[in-house]
């Protein structure tokens, strides 16, 4: 069974509405460019974005660069100027933020998933989770925070409301970063753990025992969030 993130049944989440239709496929090609540029700061951050210089560098017309950085002003990764837009800084207080918002989010899709998964769901979320346990120690960080975003994202799917869905991606995308730089063999077995554990409650429709894992989960990524800003600027100006 092939798993991603991307295709888990529940429908694409994404802001193509802010592309012009006439773009298309290659404006949306272009958005994803920049927007995993952006996501692995590629950008620096404070660096001012040049219209041009990433047209040229894409091999495309400013206009899809253009509408892709407005975009991606809109999800949080950039922010305007009176020259353009620049990559925002990787602040402390923007990461617990966002970790905050997603404790509140992952909470009320715990919440409701225990009420509205059904059996399917839970089985391909089994499925999903055996094969994340069965992916060698030595796969690529990258792959390794695919897989992590992919059994929460399913997660939030279960619950069955699109809105939490579409907030639940984007946070994902503003913490990637994060996930990507703090990803190691001892963080990976103890998250996988956590996981089953999840798993487990919600398959007694424990909603009480999913809200206090949820809780205890995503409580310990933000006790180390300012280690993991101070390694992710560390790796960023190397």
């Known amino acids: 069974m092939q798993f991603s993130i991307l295709n888990y049944g529940y429908g694409p989440v994404h802001m193509s509405s802010l592309i012009s239709p006439a773009r298309g496929q290659r404006g949306e090609e ?21 219209e041009s210089e990433l047209a040229l560098r894409l091999g495309v017309s400013r206009t899809p660069v253009r509408e892709a ?9 950039l922010e305007a100027s009176s020259r353009g837009y620049i990559r925002r800084r990787l602040d402390v207080k923007e990461m617990k933020d966002l970790y905050e918002l997603r404790l ?32 060698a120690l ?5 792959a390794l925070v695919e897989l992590d975003e992919g059994f929460h994202t399913r997660l939030a799917g279960m619950s069955g409301n699109d809105e939490l869905l579409r907030l639940m991606h984007r946070i994902n995308q503003r913490i990637r ?18 996981h089953q554990a999840l798993l487990d409650a919600l398959k007694a429709r424990d909603a009480e025992r999913m809200d206090a894992l949820i809780t205890d989960h995503i409580s310990l990524r933000q006790d180390q ?11 960023i100006f190397l």
């Open 69 to 77: 950085l407005t975009v991606l002003a809109h999800e949080g990764f």
């Open 104 to 135: 509140g989010v992952e909470r009320d899709c715990c919440r409701y998933a225990v009420q509205r998964a059904q059996p399917e769901q839970i089985a391909e979320l089994e499925a999903f989770l055996e094969h994340s346990r069965g992916v």
């Open 225 to 235: 969030i300012v280690s993991a800003v101070t390694k992710g600027l560390a790796h």
């Open 30 to 50: 272009v958005l994803n460019r920049l927007r995993d540029m952006a996501i692995f700061y590629e950008f620096k951050p404070g660096e001012r974005l040049s």
């Open 138 to 142: 030595d796969t690529s960080a990258s």
């Open 177 to 194: 970063f994060m996930r990507w730089i703090s990803m190691n063999p001892q963080a990976r077995e103890a998250t996988q753990a956590q």
